[in-house]
């Protein structure tokens, strides 16, 4: 049984999918699935008129021409052991496969007390309670339509739960790993639902990494709740085969107090997207956006962010750099909301493109919604190519000139990864914005 | 053999002649200054010597140990041994001082037939010309010249002509912004560089720096050429007497 994506009549083909999903006997479970699927039927795939996707939609195109599988029915994909393109990480360790937790390849022997590492769909089946309430809370399906589908599917991901108080001590490290088994694209969709107690702390890193020749699909959804005063590190790091189509959609709620700290790195794949909502709802709440992403060949990649400031004293920033090379295609669409009475708002947010070529392109739309009169509010959008003096001071110093570029090129991004606090991932991110370099001399 | 010979030379920036015959010979272990007014072409000399893109080579040769350099790329001459020490150091954000110092000693090594340097053996020369500097060990990790002082910037140039070992040096108009103490540094740095078989053009409008860097020829540059030369004491009669005479004869 395949889905073609580009008929609505798939959300039928898709439902009929739903007994076979794990607690099909929790009527709040299968409701939200159907919500979920009305709510992506109502929207269809993005067309030219979605605003929202107007730079992304003849990309996601793709998705309509190509019969994709679900996961739950393509097989089983086997992965020995993981890759070597993942970073090795010293810390705790959950692996999805598919979309589905692979015991095998995870490690979370030694997490401490008041930290819960669950697979999503054990718990579902162990604990459903904990799960009614807070699975599907944050998502809002209107705003991101790749949610709605994938949640209409939702079976497999990671729950993250940490204790009011609780400190991690190493950080978790989840690694989505997406692999057709058989000839027919696959389609998975990672869910990770994180709710960090009240003053805790932690630091997560979420790998993707889609394998193989063949394409597939990943649609990741994420709802993280930041409880007052807690402390989220965040980074993901997506690092995709040529062929690879990615939708990620992203909820975050940060209550009083709390910090939302996090970081993206994009690299590989055929087309990309982090859809990103973050609501400040409480006062003196924080959130920050960074990212690098290096896009080559004919790779497109977007990053939408909707950073909603609902009560006052909230300070965020976002502040992206992307590297756009051959026929490569960059999307930074970056909204902020200042909701009426959200006073002393701070929300900063700066975009950066380097042009390696002509036929590079970028597309950067900042939008600020601004209802509150006592704010301070900034966006910068910068697009330009490599500084000729700055080449000219490098090659005047000995570096051959493909060697200065690319050290001008790591520069830029590496620039933003330095914001990066956690040495041992910073290291990661260091090492593989290189390693991107270094691919491209090859070939060049 | 003359380290640097430089044979009527002739260029054009867009279409315009700057430099009108400039002849110039400099013996190994030699400091030569290059004193004149504004907007005469002394800068435009120095970036042609370091390859600088945007000039037009019309006539005329520049000679490295004999070698005519003109079809040699600005990395070939600077690993061949030419320095040049910018007028204003260019800032780049994201590259640490540590990291770019190690790539052009290394593009130099390579250059010479050797291997890439030992990582703990960078540390150690580096740490140690840093000292000998009086450059701090966080001034290292900080980006190239990002937020450095002008003093600061001009100390890094040292430091880089410290550790990669120029035959030739010139120093485009060094003391411009910078005040007494950071003048000394430089030139202590510079004159603990002079050796026998290394030269220098320090290009300036100012004597005050001759003082400390005392040269062994002074040429007075003028309408696109070398119009006189002398020794120290030309310096000083420039000082008096400055450049009318010069100019109005060009």
Same mark, same amino acid.
């Given at each position: 049984m395949s889905v073609v994506l580009s008929e609505i009549p798939v959300v039928t083909a898709v439902t009929g999918l739903s007994p076979v999903l794990p607690g099909g006997h929790l009527p709040w479970l299968t409701g939200l699935r159907q919500a979920a699927l009305a709510a992506f039927q109502r929207q269809g795939l993005p067309h030219r008129r979605t605003e929202a996707f107007k730079y992304s939609f003849a990309a996601l195109g793709v998705l309509g021409k190509l019969d994709f599988v679900p996961a739950l029915i393509a097989g089983d994909a086997t992965l020995e052991a993981l890759p070597a393109a993942l970073p090795a990480f010293d810390g705790h360790k959950v692996v999805l496969l598919n979309?589905?937790?692979?015991?095998?390849?995870?490690?979370?022997?030694?997490?401490?007390?008041?930290?819960?590492?669950?697979?999503?769909?054990?718990?579902?089946?162990?604990?459903?309670?904990?799960?009614?309430?807070?699975?599907?809370?944050?998502?809002?399906?209107?705003?991101?339509?790749?949610?709605?589908?994938?949640?209409?599917?939702? *079976?497999?991901?990671?729950?993250?739960?940490?204790?009011?108080?609780?400190?991690?001590?190493?950080?978790?490290?989840?690694?989505?790993?997406?692999?057709?088994?058989?000839?027919?694209?696959?389609?998975?969709?990672?869910?990770?639902?994180?709710?960090?107690?009240?003053?805790?702390?932690?630091?997560?890193?979420?790998?993707?990494?889609?394998?193989?020749?063949?394409?597939?699909?990943?649609?990741p959804v994420a709802e993280i709740l930041v409880e007052p005063n807690a402390h989220l590190t965040h980074v993901k790091v997506r690092n995709d085969t040529a062929r690879a189509l990615h939708v990620a959609s992203r909820t975050v709620k940060v209550l009083a107090g709390g910090v939302y700290q996090a970081f993206a790195l994009s690299l590989g794949g055929a087309v990309a997207r982090d859809d990103i909502a973050v609501e400040l709802a409480g006062e003196q709440a924080e959130a920050h956006l960074n990212g690098a992403y290096a896009a080559r060949d004919y790779q497109h990649m977007d990053t939408t962010i909707h950073m909603d400031h609902a009560v006052p004293n909230g300070r965020s920033s976002q502040v992206y750099k992307g590297v756009l090379a051959d026929h490569g295609r960059g999307v930074f669409q970056g909204k902020v909301t200042v909701r009426k009475g959200a006073q002393h708002t701070d929300g900063q947010q700066l975009h950066k493109a380097l042009l390696l070529s002509e036929s590079a392109?970028?597309?950067?739309?900042?939008?600020?919604?601004?209802?509150?009169?006592?704010?301070?509010?900034?966006?910068?959008?910068?697009?330009?190519?490599?500084?000729?003096?700055?080449?000219?001071?490098?090659?005047?110093?000995?570096? *051959?000139?493909?060697?200065?570029?690319?050290?001008?090129?790591?520069?830029?991004?590496?620039?933003?990864?330095?914001?990066?606090?956690?040495?041992?991932?910073?290291?990661?991110?260091?090492?593989?914005?290189?390693?991107?370099?270094?691919?491209?001399?090859?070939?060049? | 053999?003359?380290?640097?010979?430089?044979?009527?030379?002739?260029?054009?920036?867009?279409?315009?002649?700057?430099?009108?015959?400039?002849?110039?010979?400099?013996?190994?272990?030699?400091?030569?200054?290059?004193?004149?007014?504004?907007?005469?072409?002394?800068?435009?000399?120095?970036?042609?010597?370091?390859? /600088?893109? &945007?000039?037009?080579?019309?006539?005329?040769?520049?000679?490295?140990?004999?070698?005519?350099?003109?079809?040699?790329?600005?990395?070939? /001459?600077?690993?061949? &041994?030419?320095?040049?020490?910018?007028?204003?150091?260019? @800032?780049?954000?994201?590259? #640490?001082?540590?990291?770019?110092?190690?790539?052009?000693?290394?593009?130099? /090594? /390579?250059?010479?037939?050797?291997?890439?340097?030992?990582?703990?053996?960078?540390?150690?020369?580096?740490?140690?010309?840093?000292?000998?500097? &009086?450059?701090?060990?966080?001034?290292?990790?900080?980006?190239?010249?990002?937020?450095?002082?002008? &003093? @600061?910037?001009?100390? #890094?140039?040292?430091?880089?002509?410290?550790?990669?070992?120029p035959q030739f040096a010139i120093l485009d108009e060094t003391d411009s912004g910078l005040d007494i103490d950071a003048l000394r540094v430089v030139s202590e740095g510079v004159n603990s560089l002079r050796t026998a078989e290394r030269s220098f053009l320090v290009i300036t409008h100012y004597q005050r720096l001759l003082s400390y860097i005392v040269p062994d020829v002074v040429h007075v540059f003028a309408g696109g050429k070398i119009v006189r030369s002398g020794g120290p004491e030309l310096a000083e009669e420039l000082e008096a007497k400055g450049y009318a005479d010069y100019v109005s004869a060009a």
């Open positions: 979309g589905s937790y692979a015991p095998h390849l995870s490690d979370r022997a030694a997490l401490p007390a008041g930290v819960e590492v669950q697979p999503l769909a054990s718990l579902l089946a162990r604990q459903p309670e904990r799960l009614e309430g807070l699975l599907g809370s944050l998502v809002q399906y209107d705003e991101q339509p790749f949610a709605a589908l994938a949640s209409g599917l939702v *079976d497999d991901g990671v729950v993250v739960l940490l204790e009011a108080g609780t400190v991690l001590d190493r950080p978790l490290h989840i690694v989505a790993i997406t692999l057709t088994p058989g000839d027919a694209p696959v389609m998975a969709q990672p869910r990770l639902l994180i709710k960090a107690g009240a003053g805790s702390a932690a630091t997560i890193l979420e790998s993707h990494v889609a394998l193989g020749e063949t394409e597939t699909l990943s649609l392109e970028v597309d950067v739309k900042p939008e600020l919604k601004i209802y509150a009169d006592d704010v301070t509010c900034s966006h910068g959008a910068a697009c330009g190519e490599l500084d000729d003096e700055a080449l000219f001071y490098l090659r005047a110093r000995g570096l *051959d000139e493909a060697t200065a570029r690319d050290l001008l090129i790591e520069g830029f991004l590496d620039d933003v990864v330095e914001q990066v606090e956690n040495d041992a991932i910073r290291t990661v991110l260091a090492g593989l914005v290189r390693a991107w370099l270094d691919a491209r001399q090859e070939v060049a | 053999m003359a380290l640097i010979e430089i044979q009527n030379l002739h260029a054009s920036v867009d279409g315009k002649e700057i430099l009108k015959g400039v002849d110039l010979v400099i013996e190994p272990g030699t400091v030569h200054a290059l004193m004149g007014p504004n907007g005469t072409g002394k800068s435009t000399l120095s970036n042609i010597i370091s390859g /600088r893109p &945007g000039y037009q080579v019309t006539e005329g040769r520049i000679l490295l140990n004999g070698e005519d350099i003109a079809d040699m790329e600005p990395d070939q /001459r600077a690993n061949a &041994g030419i320095f040049l020490a910018f007028q204003y150091p260019v @800032e780049i954000p994201g590259v #640490a001082s540590s990291t770019f110092l190690k790539a052009a000693i290394n593009a130099k /090594r /390579r250059f010479q037939g050797l291997g890439e340097i030992d990582a703990m053996e960078f540390l150690k020369l580096v740490k140690g010309k840093a000292k000998e500097l &009086g450059i701090r060990d966080d001034m290292l990790k900080r980006p190239v010249n990002v937020g450095f002082s002008g &003093g @600061e910037k001009k100390r #890094a140039d040292i430091l880089q002509m410290a550790l990669l070992q």
